[in-house]
């Protein structure tokens, strides 16, 4: 999953529909993120290229929405709803995930193991 | 003070109406008997950084501290230690009629706590030169140590907290002294710091003492910083050292590349030594000369912002040599920085301070932008106050937001 700035990206993706779960007056997904075109992207613990921008799960609350839905720590989010999360900055993908109307957020997201089952298949 | 394991749980004492805070605090029926006199309460009020007045209450053995009987002893707090004078924060009073308004929270430290903080009190006071920014700690575990309790004010203070956070991962405590908005802004605008800002650059920035020594002869009465020890030289030659300093620490920390690196060097500088006060006195000096420009452009009938208006319209501060001898000389020893004096800050600096502040939360003057209108290219720096008076600042490294 290599990262190269202007060049179309390639990815195995896992599609996650998750569920917002309504506390109070808030929505909430039960996840982290990290990362953003505005953030250093040197401390990512997740990326596999660490000029890697992009929106990373850096946390997923036990049992929660997200959890549910399948979504992992160190999951890369390409894309929220149809919306692209390659290129955000954080404060944008942190907008795109929480829309007040929005009860199901439907995420593309894709992670290492991902592109590594494919390979192995692939080579079997 | 010894703990009856088979307590701990608290299943048993769960029966009266206790808030879950309670679950933390091992002070049971009976064993606390022995902590009269000495236990601190903190009350539901926040543990502020400078000293305070804390309240303790006579804990009887019927499990709820009983407010009629206070106890007042004046704590030390191991920042305030570092200080020669006793800063006593405005907001004491309100922390007075707060712990009167709640009877069921439990305020007591549990022995770990206590322990804790012993320690801290006797590393504090073997080290003299401790960093005037204190290392990060998480927002949301920050606000729930200092505002526990379920006052309208904690409640606001937690909700003020959350808001922060959504933006900014981790706080840092900064020492409470009058100098504390100097210390934060600057702090903040050092760490970001990637250029010298435009004023900085010009030729004849360190020129500025004379010019205006030579113009305005009242500027002779700025009050110098004191140092002990060392002769005062002539005013002009003072303060040109100190902008000479303010110039050399910004380039030097601009240049670095790496944002941990700038953060170290940041966190160097900011070590309650000569040199970080230095810095503050060329700031007040900048102020002091934005002021009279400010001043002049309007008596020249040129358009001046609105602070500026205000800034003048004080009883104290008709004119920038009032202003200088009745508030810029007294910022760091008796006072702080006023509202409308952040304003000048920031157009000194041409910096835009953005203040979250806690106490107006849900008003349209929760966060707060100095000056109001910014102007387009002038960097942000982002303050948290509780009070206006006291200021800590916000800081991102986690790059973390909860959703």
């Known amino acids: 999953m290599a990262f190269v700035p202007g060049q179309p990206v390639t990815a195995i993706v896992q599609r996650i529909e998750i569920h917002k779960l309504r506390q109070g007056d808030n929505l909430i997904l039960g996840f982290s993120i990290g990362g953003g075109i505005d953030q250093d992207p040197t401390q990512n613990p997740f990326s596999e290229d660490k000029t890697d921008k992009g929106i990373y799960v850096t946390r997923v609350t036990e049992g929660g929405p997200a959890e549910v839905a399948g979504l992992q720590i160190g999951d890369k989010i390409m894309q929220v709803n149809g919306w692209d999360m390659t290129m955000v900055t954080h404060d944008q993908a942190r907008k795109r995930l929480t ?8 995420l593309l997201v894709t992670r290492q193991s991902l592109q590594k089952a494919v390979q192995q298949s692939m080579m079997s | ?33 022995e902590e009269l006199g ?8 926040k543990e502020q950084t400078t000293s305070e007045i804390r309240q303790g209450c006579v804990y009887r053995s019927s499990g709820r501290p009983e407010n009629t009987d206070i106890i007042k002893s004046v704590v030390m707090d191991q920042e305030a230690s570092r200080n020669c004078e006793l800063y006593v924060p405005m907001s004491s009073n309100r922390s007075a009629m707060e712990s009167s308004e709640e009877s069921e929270e439990d305020m007591y430290r549990d022995e770990e706590e206590i322990q804790r903080e012993k320690i801290l009190l006797c590393e504090a006071n073997s080290s003299e030169h401790k960093p005037s920014v204190s290392p990060e700690m998480d927002i949301m575990e920050y606000c729930a140590k200092e505002w526990r309790g379920n006052t309208p004010v904690a409640k606001r203070m937690r909700k003020g907290y959350e808001a922060v956070a959504q933006k900014f991962a981790s706080i840092r405590r900064i020492r409470g002294d009058n100098y504390c908005a ?12 990637t250029q010298l800002p435009r004023w900085l650059q010009s030729e004849d920035f360190t020129m500025l003492p004379e010019n205006l ?16 020890g060392k002769k005062m030289g002539e005013i002009s030659d003072e303060i040109k ?9 910004w380039k030097n920390i601009s240049e670095i590349k790496s944002p941990t690196e700038k953060q170290e060097a940041c966190d160097k500088l900011f070590k309650n030594e000569d040199e970080e006060y230095s810095l503050y006195e060329a700031l ?26 205000l800034l003048f319209a004080r009883d104290t501060s008709s004119n920038p040599c009032q202003l200088m001898q009745n508030h810029l000389n007294h910022i760091g020893h008796s006072g702080g920085l006023e509202q409308v004096e952040m304003f000048l800050l920031a157009y000194a600096l041409q910096y835009t301070i953005q203040v979250y502040r806690l106490y107006k939360y849900s008003t349209d ?28 600042i916000p800081v991102r490294m986690c790059q973390e937001t909860m959703l």
């Open chain 2, 284 to 309: 007040k000096f900048l102020m002091l000369n934005t002021a009279i420009e400010l001043y002049n452009a309007d008596k020249n009938g040129r358009r001046v912002p609105v602070f500026s208006w």
């Open chain 2, 241 to 249: 050292e100190y902008l000479i300093l303010l110039r050399k620490k």
């Open chain 2, 365 to 392: 003057e929760f966060i707060t932008l100095y000056p109001n209108d910014p102007e387009e290219d002038w960097p942000v720096v982002t303050l948290i106050t509780e009070d206006d008076r006291h200021y800590n």
């Open chain 2, 38 to 45: 000495s236990t601190n309460a903190a009350a539901d009020q």
């Open chain 2, 1 to 33: 003070m010894t703990e009856p394991p088979s307590l701990s749980a608290g299943a048993e004492e769960e029966k009266e109406s206790v808030p879950t805070q309670l679950m933390k605090h091992k002070n049971e029926v009976g064993v606390a008997s």
């Open chain 2, 182 to 193: 100097f210390r934060a802004t600057l702090f903040q605008a050092l760490s970001q710091a």
């Open chain 2, 213 to 228: 020594l030579s113009k305005y002869d009242w500027i002779k009465q700025w009050q110098l910083k004191q140092k002990p």
């Open chain 1, 99 to 106: 829309k007040r109307n929005e009860e199901v957020v439907r």
